[in-house]
C-alpha cells in the first residue's frame, strides 16, 4: 500500500475523469489526499472525498499564488518548458484568506484531515522592490492565519515554500515547534532539511527528484539523509509527471499530466536511493502518512 500525500484531483485537469482516475488509483491499492488552492477547490476536495468510504481525504487552503491576480505559465508548473495543456497556465483572482470560510468547510467533513496547500512562494513576485517586499508580507501574513486555524482545529499543515525555504524556517521558528505538518515537494539541501526535521516536520518528495539541474539539489544525498521515519511520497499530480524514461522503463506509456498511481515510482527512487526495498518505502511512508494525517 502507498498513500500519495499531495495529489490534486480537484484541478480541472481531471474534470473529465476524476472518478475513473481515483477508481483505478484505490484498486491499486493506492490512496490519496487532495490539497487545495483556494474557495472552489478547497469545496471540490471536500466533496470528491466525501463520495469515498476510505482512501481518499481533504486538505483545505490557500495557495499563496492566488493572493494577487496573474497569469500563471506553463513553465511555473512544470518547472520545465512544455507543450501546454490548458490547465497548466490560468489565471488567478486575488483572494483574501477568510478564515471562518476555511474553518467551517474543515469542520464540514471528517475527511478533512490538514490545512493547505499554504506557504511561501517566491515565483511571479513584482519587480518593484517595494512592491515585492509588501507581496512577501502578505504571504506571510495570510501563511500565520493558516497556522493559527490548523492549531485550532488540531490539523497538521501542508507547506508549500518554493524558493522561500529558509524565510519559511525562520517564520516557523515563531512557534517553537509547536506546528505539526509537512513541507510538501521538498528541493532544498540537506542543511535546510534538517531545519524542518528538528521543528518535528515531515518532508515530501515527488517526482523532481528524478530531475538533474543546477537549480536543484543532489537528491541522492538529500534522501539520503533525511530518515525514513520522516520521509512522505507524493505526486502533486497533475503536475510534475514523471520523466518519460522512468514510464518506458516501467512499461507504462509516457503522458503529459501526472497521476496519483505515479507516486509508486516516486517511491521505488527512494528506496533505490535508499538502499532498502520497495516494501520498506512503501510501510514506513504508509505509515508515517497514516500519522501525520491521523488516518
Request: proline share 4%; net charge neutral; glycine share 4%.
Amino acid at each position: 500500500m502507498l498513500i500519495d500525500t499531495h495529489t490534486h484531483i480537484n484541478f480541472r485537469a481531471f474534470k473529465d475523469d476524476a472518478d475513473k482516475v481515483i477508481q483505478n488509483t484505490l484498486k491499486q491499492d493506492v490512496w490519496m489526499i487532495l490539497p487545495s488552492s483556494q474557495r472552489t477547490t478547497s469545496q471540490r476536495a471536500v466533496r470528491i472525498a466525501e463520495a469515498y468510504p476510505k482512501g481518499v481525504y481533504a486538505a483545505v487552503g490557500l495557495h499563496p499564488v492566488h493572493l494577487v491576480q496573474r497569469n500563471v505559465k506553463a513553465s511555473e508548473v512544470q518547472m520545465e518548458e512544455t507543450k501546454a495543456q490548458d490547465w497548466m497556465e490560468f489565471e488567478t483572482r486575488a483572494e483574501e484568506f477568510d478564515s471562518s470560510f476555511y474553518a467551517s468547510l474543515a469542520k464540514s467533513s471528517k475527511k478533512v484531515v490538514a490545512i493547505g496547500e499554504c506557504g511561501l512562494d517566491s515565483f511571479g513576485l513584482p519587480k518593484r522592490k517595494s512592491e515585492r517586499r509588501e507581496a512577501k508580507e502578505k504571504q506571510k501574513e495570510v501563511l500565520r492565519e493558516h497556522i493559527k486555524l490548523a492549531q485550532e482545529l488540531d490539523l497538521p499543515v501542508i507547506f508549500h515554500c518554493r524558493g522561500a525555504l529558509d524565510s519559511l524556517a525562520d517564520l516557523l521558528l515563531e512557534y517553537k515547534g509547536s506546528v505539526r505538518g509537512v513541507v510538501h515537494s521538498f528541493t532544498g539541501t540537506v542543511e535546510q532539511a534538517y531545519r524542518f526535521l528538528q521543528m518535528g516536520l515531515y518532508v515530501g518528495f515527488n517526482g523532481i527528484i528524478f530531475k538533474d539541474r543546477p537549480s536543484l539539489p543532489d537528491f541522492s544525498q538529500v534522501i539520503s539523509s533525511v530518515p525514513l521515519d520522516r520521509i512522505v511520497v507524493e505526486t502533486d499530480a497533475p503536475y510534475l509527471a514523471v520523466p518519460a524514461e522512468v514510464l518506458t522503463k516501467a512499461g507504462s506509456v509516457p503522458v503529459e499530466r501526472n497521476e496519483p498511481l505515479f507516486v509508486r515510482y516516486v517511491a521505488e527512487e527512494v528506496a533505490r536511493i535508499k538502499g532498502i526495498t520497495f516494501d520498506e518505502i512503501a510501510s514506513q511512508t504508509t505509515h508515517n502518512a497514516k500519522t501525520l494525517f491521523n488516518i
